[in-house]
């Protein structure tokens, strides 16, 4: 099984600074991190690239900035505010009724994965999502940049973003479980593209199972870089690692 808290390691080396839905490029917010800021974000960023969350989560938190003030807004008032992230009525729709929920509960907003993929427009990504960046529970959030980047390393062989969750849970010490998720998908924006990934300036490539097969398989599988001490080739790769 490839390193993981080294290659973790050298993401961080080029990108220090990762990412979580609803903040800009460097890296500010225009809200405070709690869990239903960052669920509400979460939600926004769906199917949309970050600047567009930032500005649409900043312009909606600027008027109705509480679970009781988003649940009593004027449906069309939420849909206006939120264009920029796109899908405004759907969004705008889930994002109501979620805020209405958590009102009714004492604006409290579920700290468990069941509790939150009970909300609309809420599945495994966004929850463990708010749970990693809104509670500072230990959870992994995966989205596509996620799963194809650690697909592409070889940390794991996934069909599907649930699976890599569980693979990932295996292969990623436990400590760094909240970092994956910003540092992979920092990574993915601006290193390992989905097309034409910079490999050449990629500090993971001696690591990297698509490198490796781009170079013609030299290399393949070490669990270390070639100069470094220790280096051995191994074959396994994390499987789902599903329960």
């Not at 889930?94 to 579920?110: C, F, M, S, T, W």
């Not at 509790?115 to 509670?135: D, E, Q, W």
């Not at 050449?200 to 070490?222: I, M, T």
């Not at 470094?228 to 994390?238: D, M, N, Q």
Request: glycine content about 8%.
């Amino acid at each position: 099984m490839k390193d993981a808290r080294r290659i973790l390691e050298l993401v961080r080396s080029v990108c220090p600074m990762g990412v979580f839905p609803g903040r800009d490029e460097e890296g500010r917010a225009a809200w405070e991190p709690d869990p239903f800021h960052v669920l509400i974000s979460t939600v926004l960023s769906q199917r949309t690239k970050d600047a567009n969350t930032f500005a649409a989560s900043s312009r909606l938190f600027a008027e109705f900035d509480s679970p009781e003030m988003l649940a009593k807004a004027p449906q069309e008032r939420i849909e206006d505010l939120i264009r920029p992230a796109g899908f405004p009525r759907a969004k705008g729709r889930a994002i109501k009724e979620i805020a209405r929920i958590i009102h009714e509960k004492g604006d409290l907003v579920p700290d468990t994965l069941e509790g939150l993929i009970a909300l609309p427009m809420v599945g495994r990504k966004t929850a463990n999502c708010v749970l990693s960046y809104g509670f500072g529970k230990e959870a992994i959030c995966v989205d596509t940049h996620v799963h194809r980047i650690a697909n592409r390393i070889g940390l794991c062989a996934t069909k599907d973003p649930e699976e890599t969750e569980y693979a990932l849970r295996e292969a990623v010490p436990r400590d760094l479980w909240i970092d994956t998720n910003s540092l992979l998908v920092r990574f993915g924006q601006t290193i390992c593209l989905p097309r034409s990934p910079r490999c050449p300036q990629c500090p993971v490539a001696p690591w990297c199972d698509f490198y490796e097969r781009s170079q013609g398989g030299a290399g393949r599988g070490l669990t270390r870089a070639p100069h470094e001490k220790g280096g051995t080739s191994v074959k396994g790769r994390a499987k789902t690692g599903r329960p």
